[in-house]
């Protein structure tokens, strides 16, 4: 069995409010390998958007890991300087954030959008990446 390009075991992150820390996700495991799809699927502030920005390195201020490990392409997220978290993102995983409006411009089209996601984590020339 090949090895997963995600492992998170016992990912626990906390929030910092002005009442304390509240715990957003608490002892999340799971494991993804070449080849297999991931759909997380919960309830409204079960932690769903947390995990996975965890596992992209994308936690918004005020959010701290509180255990648990991430492995991303076999490097620790937790470690991982930010060239080399860019480097893992697009390559070994992505989002679709819940508010694709948001993260895409309406002035481009989005054939363009994704190339420039492809051209930015890969190494393949502008040509082989609009074919």
Same mark, same amino acid.
Do not use: W
């Given at each position: 069995?090949?090895?997963?390009?995600?492992?998170?075991?016992?990912?626990?992150?906390?929030?910092t409010t002005s009442r304390g820390s509240a715990l957003a996700v608490s002892n999340v495991s799971l494991k993804?390998?070449? %080849?297999?799809?991931?759909?997380?699927?919960?309830?409204?502030?079960?932690?769903?958007?947390?995990t996975v920005m965890a596992a992209l390195s994308l936690l918004p201020q005020?959010?701290?890991?509180? %255990?648990?490990?991430?492995?991303? %392409?076999?490097? /620790?997220?937790?470690t991982a300087s930010n060239t080399e978290?860019?480097?893992l993102r697009g390559r070994f995983a992505s989002i679709v954030f819940? /508010?694709?409006?948001?993260?895409? /411009?309406?002035?481009r089209g989005i054939g363009d959008q994704i190339i420039d996601t492809i051209l930015a984590h890969t190494r393949v020339s502008h040509?082989?990446?609009?074919?």
């Open positions: 069995m090949s090895a997963p390009l995600l492992a998170i075991e016992d990912l626990s992150i906390e929030f993804v390998r070449p %080849g297999e799809k991931l759909a997380i699927v919960g309830e409204s502030g079960s932690g769903k958007t947390t005020g959010a701290k890991f509180a %255990g648990g490990k991430i492995l991303l %392409g076999g490097r /620790n997220v937790a978290i860019r480097g819940q /508010n694709a409006r948001a993260a895409l /411009n309406p002035v040509r082989t990446a609009k074919a």
